[in-house]
Antibody
Framework: EVQLVESGGGLVQPGGSLKLSCAASGFRFSGSAMHWVRQASGKGLEWVGR??????????THGESLKGRFTISRDDSKNTAYLQMDSLETEDTAVYYC?????????????WGRGILVTVSS | DIQMTQSPSSLSASVGDRVTITCRASQSISNYLNWYEQKPGKVPKLLIYAASTLQSGVPSRFSGSGSGTEFTLTISSLQPEDFAAYYC?????????FGPGTKVDIK
C-alpha cells in the first residue's frame, strides 16, 4: 500500500522559513517523481512543484507564482521528499499535499498524502 | 505556462442527472489531461487520466473525452456520493497546472 506522510507544518511568521517532509512507503521511491500541491482554505488546487528521479537527474520544476522561494529536494536513502519554503507570505497559508505518480514517466499524480497545514501569520 | 479553465464553476443537479464539465487548455496538450474528484475535507482522487482512461476502481458512470485544447468529464447518472469538486490538470508540460475546479452540489 502506498503511503505518503507529511510533517513539519505549523505556524510561521511572514518572512520566515519552514521545511516540510514527506515520508514515503509502499512503492519504489527512488524511481518515482514526487510532487507538492497546495490548497488554501476554500480554494482550488495549486501545483507547487516536482522533483524527478535520479534517472532524470533529480530535475526540479516549480510553479511560476512561487517566485523562486520554494525548493524541492529528496533523499532516496530515507525515502523522503522535502519542500523548503523561504520568505513565506500570508498567501502561502494552505494545506500542502505530497503526491506521486509512483513512477517517473508520466506526470499523472495517482497517490496523495493526507496533507499538512501551514499557516503564515504574525 | 499552460492555463486551464473549467466551466461551469459550479452546478446544481439532482440524483440521476447527466452532468458534463468542460475543461479548456490555453494551448494544445494532446491527451495529457487528468480529472480529479475532491470531497470536502478529503484528499483529491484520480478519476481519469490521458483524457479518457478510467482509473482502476472508478465507477463506469464517469467518462472523459477530448484532445488538444478541449476536454469533458461526464457523469452519466449522478449518484449521492458524486457531490464534490472536480478539477482538471494538464500533465503535458510543467508547471502542471490545475483548472479552478467545478463544484457539483445537490439541487
Amino acid at each position: 500500500e502506498v503511503q505518503l506522510v507529511e510533517s513539519g507544518g505549523g505556524l510561521v511568521q511572514p518572512g520566515g522559513s519552514l521545511k516540510l517532509s514527506c515520508a514515503a512507503s509502499g512503492f519504489r521511491f527512488s524511481g518515482s517523481a514526487m510532487h507538492w500541491v497546495r490548497q488554501a482554505s476554500g480554494k482550488g488546487l495549486e501545483w507547487v512543484g516536482r522533483i524527478r528521479s535520479k534517472t532524470n537527474n533529480y530535475a526540479t520544476t516549480h510553479g511560476e507564482s512561487l517566485k523562486g522561494r520554494f525548493t524541492i529536494s529528496r533523499d532516496d536513502s530515507k525515502n523522503t521528499a522535502y519542500l523548503q519554503m523561504d520568505s513565506l507570505e500570508t498567501e502561502d497559508t494552505a494545506v500542502y499535499y505530497c503526491a506521486t505518480p509512483a513512477q517517473d514517466v508520466v506526470a499523472t499524480i495517482e497517490y496523495w498524502g493526507r496533507g499538512i497545514l501551514v499557516t503564515v501569520s504574525s | 505556462d499552460i492555463q486551464m479553465t473549467q466551466s461551469p464553476s459550479s452546478l446544481s443537479a439532482s440524483v440521476g442527472d447527466r452532468v458534463t464539465i468542460t475543461c479548456r487548455a490555453s494551448q494544445s496538450i494532446s491527451n495529457y489531461l487528468n480529472w480529479y474528484e475532491q470531497k470536502p475535507g478529503k484528499v483529491p482522487k484520480l478519476l481519469i487520466y490521458a483524457a479518457s482512461t478510467l482509473q482502476s476502481g472508478v465507477p463506469s458512470r464517469f467518462s472523459g473525452s477530448g484532445s488538444g485544447t478541449e476536454f469533458t468529464l461526464t457523469i452519466s447518472s449522478l449518484q449521492p456520493e458524486d457531490f464534490a469538486a472536480y478539477y482538471c490538470q494538464q500533465s503535458y508540460r510543467p508547471p502542471f497546472t490545475f483548472g479552478p475546479g467545478t463544484k457539483v452540489d445537490i439541487k
